[in-house]
């Protein structure tokens, strides 16, 4: 098992910046690779970033690549979610997962842990 647990969100406005955290707990986080997610109500979970379980390959959709930065420190059990240049539409509860799975990284039924999501805020 897997404990997951974001932290780092809140309000902010439009253009400026937030670096969310998923700190791991239970298994060393370095057997994983980590995806991070959001949701708004009514709508589908979405794939935000994803990260190999050694941090060499990230990937992003194009609706937050050149603005949104995965990493992860496998000493501290934790993956980072550096987002800048923020727009209202990013505003969502955002979720950091861990997953086995090779492919289909940008899928959620994929991944195995989930936290339990930090809101992200953004105003215009």
């Known amino acids: 098992q897997v404990q997951l647990v974001e932290s780092g969100g809140g309000l902010v406005q439009a253009g400026g910046s937030l670096r969310l955290s998923c700190a791991a707990s239970?298994?060393?986080?370095?057997?994983?690779?980590m995806g991070w997610f959001r949701q708004i109500p009514g709508k589908e979970r979405e794939f935000v970033a994803a990260?190999?379980?050694?941090?060499?390959?990230?990937y992003y959709p194009d609706s937050v690549s050149g603005r949104f930065g995965i990493s992860r420190d496998n000493a501290k059990n934790t993956v980072y979610l550096q987002m800048n240049s923020l727009k209202p539409e990013d505003t969502a509860v955002y979720y950091c997962?861990?997953?086995?799975?090779?492919?289909?990284?940008?899928?959620?039924?994929?991944?195995?842990?989930w936290g339990q999501g930090t809101q992200v805020t953004v105003s215009s």
């Open positions: 997962a861990a997953t086995t799975a090779i492919f289909g990284r940008e899928i959620p039924r994929n991944y195995d842990y």
């Open positions: 239970g298994r060393t986080l370095s057997n994983y690779a």
């Open positions: 990260i190999t379980r050694s941090g060499s390959s990230t």
